[in-house]
């Protein structure tokens, strides 16, 4: 059985907003609202929703580049939900993120050497010839050449800057890394170049992923089990195989409708939903998502569904009170 190299419980994460002349506080947004999931050592758990979900308050919210509101962070057997800060430093050795912009997440004013070099630095491995010659090996791991040490960012494709973003993530051989969108802000010709990385260093290295994106095509293609989220929960997890092929919420069954089907023969219905993601500084009573859904009733308004085992017997979680009972991928297609 694998061990959980990461759990997460009831996770919290508010933000007060302020504003008007005198920046008074307006209210709280609810970025995540009792979210719990595990990682197990060796896999990649895709975190998938539209823009505004928190999937992102999420990913930095695990490796506590945000301090929790509430909930519980246990990291490979340790509590880090109260870390302090220099604790923390010790922990992120152990914890590494890629982020989605590969032209706003380096520093243009180092070299790309200097800027690969830093973590050897910061935590005081090796010499400067021994951190020289590392970060060549990592330009090379990552598909560099090693000319490029003296380069700076801007001169390279966007491609190109994130490979230099991986090879910083992994510099210090951590055991998970946290891949927020990392391929959204690149063309289509590179996107498959950087994914096809990814795996093979999970392969080489043994890392555990989390994989947020907003993207089903991609998430289905890098991970083992996938968790939706939407507006600040998670509302169904599964195998990645399984919400694919039986999606339970009507959530990720809209989802899997966008999703092209490189087949002229084949269709498959579109399911569209109306209005957008609705504020978290208000969230909807009831299911969050009973504003947007096609088949809502009157319970979806007043009670929140909880996110539960379905009784299918399959390791499938999901929140809606009419799981299994509707599919709206079901409904005939013509041409």
């Known amino acids: 059985m694998a061990s959980k190299l990461l759990r997460v419980k009831n996770l919290k994460q508010h933000f007060l907003v302020h504003g008007g002349i005198l920046f008074r506080k ?12 595990s990682v197990n050592q060796g896999e990649t758990l ?9 999937k992102t308050t999420l990913g930095r919210s695990v490796i506590r580049l945000y301090k929790p509101t509430a909930g519980e962070i246990v990291f490979d057997g340790i509590n880090i939900t109260h870390l302090r800060q220099k604790e923390l430093r010790d922990l ?31 935590h005081n491995i ?37 490979r230099i973003g991986i090879a910083r993530a992994i510099t210090l051989k951590p055991k998970l890394v946290v891949c927020d969108e990392p391929v959204s802000a690149l063309d289509v010709s590179i996107q498959s170049q ?17 994989f947020i994106t907003h993207d089903l095509a991609v998430v289905k293609h890098m991970s083992d089990r996938i968790a ?8 169904e997890t599964t195998s990645s195989e399984r919400i694919n092929s039986h999606p339970l919420h009507p959530y990720t069954q809209a989802l899997i409708s966008a999703i092209p089907i490189p087949d002229p023969a084949r269709h498959r219905k579109k399911v569209i939903l109306a209005g957008d993601v609705p504020s978290p500084l208000h969230p909807p009573s009831g299911c969050a998502f009973h504003t947007r859904c096609p088949v809502v009733r009157e319970i979806c308004r007043t009670a929140e569904p ?28 013509h041409p």
């Open 26 to 37: 307006l209210g709280q947004v609810s970025a995540l609202d009792g979210v719990s999931f």
């Open 46 to 54: 895709g975190l998938v929703g539209e823009s505004g979900c928190g």
């Open 92 to 122: 992120r050795r152990e914890m590494q993120m890629i982020f989605q912009d590969p032209y706003e997440s380096l520093n243009s004013r180092h070299t790309v050497g200097e800027i690969l070099e830093e973590p050897y630095v910061i």
């Open 126 to 162: 090796g010499t400067r010839q021994e951190r020289q010659r590392l970060v060549s090996e990592l330009l090379d791991r990552v598909g560099l050449s090693p000319g490029a040490v003296q380069r700076y960012p801007h001169e390279f494709s966007g491609g190109q800057r994130q």
């Open 194 to 210: 950087i994914l096809n990385l990814l795996n093979d260093l999970q392969e080489e290295m043994g890392l555990t992923y989390l």
């Open 228 to 235: 939706v989220m939407y507006l600040g929960k998670i509302v």
């Open 306 to 333: 909880l996110l539960e085992k379905h009784p299918s017997g399959e390791a499938h979680w999901v929140a809606c009170h009419f799981a299994g009972d509707i599919n709206l991928l079901d409904a005939p297609v």
